[in-house]
Antibody
Framework: QVYLVQSGPDVKKPGASVEVSCKAS????????IHWVRQAPGQGLEWMGW????????QYAQTFEGRVTMSRDASISTTYMELSRLTSDDTAVYFC???????????????WGQGTEVTVSS | EIVMTQSPATLPVSPGERVTLSCRAS??????LAWYQQRPRQAPRLLIY???TRATGVPARFSGSGSGTEFTLTISSLQSEDFAVYYC??????????FGQGTRLEIK
């Protein structure tokens, strides 16, 4: 079975950083890309960026450039998303999602993590 | 930037009904369009990719069609578990991976 399991909920103060992890199982980790998507309360889905799990190359949405860092540790099949300089607008559920096709970032997202709730509050 | 517009925002429907959801792109796209279902407090689930190909395990009552700027998701006979929010997504062009704002199916 193919799974993405994310880290648990987190509460941060404004100005802090948060790191969310996403552990993969059931597929060849380095053969795929992972995207990160977030969803603010009651809102739609917002794409944040992707990471090539083989090379570590990343591409970020312009909205998050300079604030987001995606990385991976292939030895433990885990990818990470760090978001810095948090504000209350960053309160959201953060999802990791695997691309359907092998070795391309441009395809549909077929496997999703369960989501990680991040709350930013003073 | 290509904008994806879904309509309607909310659709009251009854179980057993045939439902058609619309997704319009602000300019012609190559058909790299996906549909996702999101139930409350769950992650999205891939239903359709390439505009018309059902993902693994997706029931045959879900079908996708369209090209250019107009795409549709059809549910042939709505089941109780289908009451959810549906998003379309463009996974090509820059900025890629744009989602529509979603259509919520609610019980009439």
């Amino acid at each position: 079975q193919v799974y993405l399991v994310q880290s648990g909920p987190d509460v941060k103060k404004p100005g802090a950083s948060v790191e969310v992890s996403c552990k993969a199982s059931g597929f060849t980790f380095t053969g795929y890309y992972i995207h990160w998507v977030r969803q603010a309360p009651g809102q739609g889905l917002e794409w944040m960026g992707w990471i090539n799990l083989n090379s570590g190359v990343t591409q970020y949405a312009q909205t998050f450039e300079g604030r987001v860092t995606m990385s991976r540790d292939a030895s433990i099949s885990t990818t990470y998303m760090e978001l810095s300089r948090l504000t209350s607008d960053d309160t959201a559920v953060y999802f990791c999602a695997r691309v359907h096709l092998w070795q391309t970032p441009t395809d549909a997202f077929d496997i999703w993590g369960q989501g990680t709730e991040v709350t930013v509050s003073s | 930037e290509i904008v994806m517009t879904q309509s309607p925002a909310t659709l009251p429907v009854s179980p057993g009904e045939r439902v058609t959801l619309s997704c319009r792109a602000s300019q012609s796209v190559a058909g790299k369009l996906a549909w996702y279902q999101q139930r409350p407090r769950q992650a999205p689930r891939l239903l359709i990719y390439g505009a018309s190909t059902r993902a693994t395990g997706v029931p045959a009552r879900f079908s996708g069609s369209g090209s250019g700027t107009e795409f549709t998701l059809t549910i042939s006979s709505l089941q109780s578990e289908d009451f959810a929010v549906y998003y379309c997504q463009l996974y090509d062009h820059w900025p890629p991976f744009t989602f529509g704002q979603g259509t919520r199916l609610e019980i009439k």
